[in-house]
């Protein structure tokens, strides 16, 4: 069971390795507009991506640190103090940084998309400097936000 454990665990990682080289090719295209697209606006929601990224690089180190704890025997509930009742282990932690992983893949794929070739209508569009202002484009890291504070 730990076998196959493993193999999913290597299957995730590298399918979200894939992933994410392919948002960065989707970044490096041209957009559809380009007479409208402005880097300044597209950037501006990637510090709330980053902090869903950020909290979910930290799972995956958390439990990586777990697992080789646990291998080789440290008890670090005792080290750090925790509830020996408390069953919070590298499994549930791989649970959680894969939940959170997925769902970043995907919302930061959708913005990226939405924003470079407006996939979906614009919601509560504005005439104002920026033509591609649309109410999605602050959805889509409030989602990220309110997934990793959940």
């Given at each position: 069971a730990a076998q196959n454990g493993e193999r999913l665990l290597f299957f995730f990682l590298g399918s979200s390795t894939s992933l994410f080289i392919a948002i960065c090719i989707l970044i490096w295209l041209p957009s559809k507009q380009p007479q409208t697209f402005y880097t300044g606006y597209f950037m501006a929601n990637f510090c709330a991506f980053r902090?869903?990224?950020?909290?979910?690089?930290?799972?995956?180190?958390?439990?990586f640190v777990a697992r080789v704890c646990e291998d080789h025997f440290i008890n670090v509930n005792f080290l750090l103090g925790i509830d020996p009742r408390c069953r919070i282990g590298p499994?549930?932690?791989?649970?959680?940084?894969?939940?959170?992983?997925s769902v970043w893949i995907v919302v930061f794929g959708m913005y990226v998309i939405d924003y470079k070739w407006m996939v979906l209508p614009?919601?509560?569009?504005?005439?104002?400097?920026?033509?591609r202002a649309s109410g999605a484009f602050v959805?889509?890291?409030?989602?990220?936000?309110?997934f990793t504070a959940i």
């Open positions: 902090v869903g990224l950020s909290v979910s690089l930290t799972l995956w180190a958390t439990g499994s549930f932690l791989f649970l959680l940084a894969a939940l959170l992983t614009q919601l509560w569009p504005s005439d104002a400097y920026n033509k959805l889509y890291p409030l989602a990220i936000l309110l």
